[in-house]
């Protein structure tokens, strides 16, 4: 298809002819809305696959958020089951991919040149009005322009409204040559940062608000609503210690509804290209398959560009977290907005007494301590001394009962406590129920006995748990808190 436009409107220079071309496929033999789809498979998989090669041979241990008998002991789901339901959400994923395509127009290219100049002209109206906003501040346009005429005439022609008339083109009219008015060589250059930079960057973004918008209250819905959380929801919680794969574990219809669906409907309301789109949903599912991946890197360029990351996410993986931290993929602003952040205080003790009661477990069952993955995992019935410790945890007296649970600051964090511990009595019948809690308190009460023990045994050292415990309060609220302390609300000295 060809396009014309060369007459000068209202003395703006023509805009050119452009004629419409199949836009070639950017790997050959493969079509864009193919390698669309295809991209963020490939990309899930090959960093996954890159996280569990770290996993498998313990090779970043210093900067891991959980052990790996924490993966082995505290998850309700199997490697296998987890692997299953992602091929079953991808291939969902696939299916609705090929179907919006199919209502897509095709890919054509050989109109940017027209697209440029149409921003060109929309500058050439702006300097418009430059004399009216100059003559507003008092300053008289007309004289500045005549004043620095003679050194700057470009911006002595800005500033008189766009008058450029020593700048022209010779363009053929129903066979006659004809002289118009052309673009001067800032406004082209400042028309082609609009159009291949600016435009895309604003698409770019409104596409993430949309998404993280989607997410946060469908996300939050899902656990405010006790049916939704029991029926769909809860599977994804499964996973005490989330690993990079299992990040779109989830039911098959939340996770069309939340990742297919959202990231759908940011592409179309951002008016993306299809490229633009191979982008978008392949950045996505590294962004969130990296907020996954139980690791606080410090090289990591996307546990610091957003405070959304491996760290803060996993706090809502947590039975003590899970009603806070929505906010997902990218930012972390409808937390901020909505007091929906964790403002339980420091973390890193919670985390060492998960540490240290998962590792009890293992070796209590004399398990070679492992990260390879295994069906099995999670079908394993444990008979291990916390059996009676968990039963023992019911029955203690609430002055001990104070000393063995997590604390619990007043205010906000309160609420976000209760609420969370209910959330885990609601699932009952999946990855929660009251024996969480009581293995919770059993954990607090073991952890308390060995930190007491190696205290009085021992100066802290690298390999005591006390300094272990500094090592992970480090490494844990460096990547909840990214540059400063007050990321999440936390005081660490709660």
């Known amino acids: 298809m060809a396009t014309t436009s060369n007459t000068s409107a209202f003395g703006l220079p023509p805009l050119p002819s452009y004629t419409l071309v199949p836009l070639p496929s950017l790997v050959a033999p493969i079509p864009d809305k ?18 569990h090669l770290i996993d498998e041979y313990d090779l970043f241990p210093q900067y891991r958020l959980h052990t790996p008998a924490e993966v082995l002991k505290r998850n309700h789901v199997s490697r296998w089951e987890v692997f299953r339901d992602v091929i079953l959400q991808q291939i969902i994923q696939t299916a609705f991919g090929v179907g919006l395509g199919m209502i897509e127009p095709e890919d054509v290219v050989g109109k940017e040149g027209y697209d440029v100049a149409v921003w060109a002209r929309r500058i050439r109206v702006a300097q418009r009005g430059l004399p009216a906003v100059l003559s507003a501040i008092g300053v008289n346009a007309t004289g500045l322009a005549e004043k620095i005429a003679g050194n700057h005439p470009t911006l002595a022609g800005a500033i008189a409204g766009g008058q450029y008339s020593w700048i022209t083109q010779t363009i053929t009219v129903a066979g006659d040559a004809v002289i118009a008015p052309s673009f001067a060589t800032w406004e082209m250059w400042a028309a082609k940062a609009i159009y291949w930079v600016l435009v895309p960057a604003v698409q770019f973004t409104v596409a993430i608000l949309v998404v993280d918008t989607w997410q946060y209250f469908w996300h939050r819905a899902m656990h405010m609503n006790r049916w939704l959380y029991t029926t769909f929801h809860s599977r994804h919680h499964r996973l005490y210690v989330p690993y990079a794969y299992g990040a779109l574990y989830n039911h098959p219809f939340e996770g069309f509804l939340l990742d297919t669906l959202g990231a759908g409907l940011a592409y179309l309301v951002a008016g993306m290209s299809t490229r633009q789109g191979m982008w978008f949903f392949t950045c ?61 205080g420091d973390v890193s003790a919670r985390y060492e007494r998960a540490k240290l009661a998962a590792q009890k477990k293992l070796d209590s069952e004399n398990v070679r301590p492992i990260t390879a993955s295994e069906s099995s995992d999670s079908e394993r019935t444990p008979i291990t001394p916390y059996d009676t410790e968990a039963e023992n945890a019911k029955l203690f007296t609430p002055q001990a009962q104070a000393k063995t649970t997590p604390s619990i600051p007043e205010g906000k964090a309160t609420h976000q406590a209760i609420g969370s511990r209910q959330q885990i009595l609601d699932d009952g019948a999946g990855a929660g129920g009251a024996s969480v809690l009581r293995e919770e308190a059993a954990e607090e009460k073991e952890a308390q006995r060995l930190l007491s023990w190696s205290l009085r045994k021992h100066k802290p050292s690298i390999s005591t748990p006390a300094a272990g415990l500094k090592g992970l309060r480090d490494r844990v609220n460096g990547s909840l808190h990214g540059r400063g302390s007050g990321v999440l609300g936390m005081e660490s000295g709660r």
């Open 284 to 344: 996505s599912t590294i962004k969130t398959v990296d907020d996954h991946c139980g690791y606080a890197l410090p090289w990591d360029p996307l546990q610091h560009l957003t405070s959304n990351n491996a760290g803060y996410h996993d706090v809502h993986h947590q039975s003590w977290g899970i009603k806070t931290n929505f906010s997902q993929p990218f930012f972390t602003f409808w937390d901020a907005l909505l007091g929906t952040k964790w403002t339980g």
């Open 34 to 51: 193919f390698l669309t789809l295809l991209l963020p498979v490939v990309a899930y998989w090959s960093l996954s696959m890159i996280f």
